[in-house]
């Protein structure tokens, strides 16, 4: 019986991958990754095998901290590669750790990085610029997050392109309505890749095939419930990571839940059924103890990274919410608990980032409907994916019997290609499996 090998399978993805970006006749390659399997590592690396085969290049992301956060790994990488950091004109316009690396350059005019091996920046940047000598090559990061009217604007600025994303992450926000474009090739709010694999579609197209993220507890729920068609592994087994207390449970609710999540990676804090107000204080009130009580009781983690027990500190702890409003209600109310220096912020801030432990507010916790905004497949995605070790869910019962009751009110729209898996699908099966690890909520 073969075994399955996490680093072998994710090293001949890459070199496939790599192959493609140097080789391949075709103007773009595709590469979708789960959540955790190295998109940012790949980049760098792709960047510096271009910059060596003599090849300088544009990178291309979505947002500064992505531009700031890849300028910093290629650098540690690769500290004598010469990499250029476009930036706006706006005060204070990138990570002030840049100005103490000798290798980056930074500037607001594209002309003054001319030459160099590495030039990146963002989207909304690169599409400003003008009157230069197009990139042989680019790298698109987060190209599921790209809104197409946005490629459009910097396509003239390269000849072809790499382009790395997550499709089981939100979809590209857009201010205004676009349902005039539904349906149309030249849709401007639908994602750079779908566009671009609409009027491509022999594009080379590969995947990352192991999330080093996710614990092998949670890649098989995310995997079944948000990649049905693009399906991956955790890169560790169920021995290799391990989240221990120092103190013995009090018997409380918020208790036995971090000790079911601790011994099944999942656990879900289960209040009584009844429609509520966003904020619903009750469950705000149970996502700060849950928080509180985690580093109250010296929480510790055991993986691949160290043998030896590492405290969780709250900087190693995320809550994630639906709403704006929803995460600043859980501020206040942790910091009426005294807990200071856990990260609480909405799925579309917690993109991309990783924690040990995470406390998620459910998007459909105490709702009298299922909106299409709630039931969004990426954004339970993000909240499901941002853990290492564990991920607690507290909710309203009653899920089960509004998804039951929820009628799909979404108008059809011809040319439209409907996005799997269905978002009331993912709810269903992420939901079931929840119930598994249910705690009653009691006050």
Known sequence: MNVFDPGAAAARATEAILADTLHSPHRGVVVDSPPGAGKSTLVVRAARELAAAGRPLMVIAQTNAQVDDLVLRLAEKDPRLPVGRLHSSDPDPYDKALDGLDNVRTSAKAADLSGLDVVISTAAKWAHVQNVEPWRHAIVDEAYQ???????????????????????????????????????????????????LAHNPDLPQHRL??????????????????????????????????????????????DRVLDEAAESGWGLLELPARHTPRTDPEAVRAVALVVRRLLDRGAAATSERSPEPTPVTADRVAVGTAHRDQAAAVRAALAEAGVSGVTVDTANRLQGREFD??????????????????LETGRLCVLASRHRHACVV??????????????????????????????????????????????????
């Open 394 to 443: 507290v909710c309203r019962a009653g899920v089960t019997d509004l998804l039951d009751e929820h009628p799909s009110t979404e108008p059809v729209q011809l040319g439209v290609t409907v996005k799997f898996p269905d978002g009331w699908e993912a709810m269903m099966t992420t939901h079931d499996h929840l119930s598994n690890h249910r705690v009653p909520w009691r006050p």
């Open 357 to 374: 432990v995470t406390v998620v507010l459910h998007p459909l916790s105490g709702r009298p409907d299922a909106t299409a905004f709630h």
């Open 209 to 254: 095939p192991v999330s080093w993220r996710l614990p092998a507890s949670a890649a098989p729920l995310v995997s079944d419930a948000f990649y049905p068609y693009t399906p991956f592994r955790s890169g560790t087994g169920p021995e290799d990571r391990r989240l221990a207390f120092g103190a013995a449970s009090d018997g409380s609710a918020a």
């Open 146 to 196: 790209m809104r197409s009217d946005a490629l459009l604007a910097v396509a003239g600025l390269f000849e072809r392109a790499l382009f790395v994303g997550d499709p089981g992450q939100l979809d590209p926000f857009s201010i205004v309505g676009a349902e005039q474009w539904a349906g149309l090739s030249y849709d401007p709010s639908a994602s750079a890749v779908s566009t671009l």
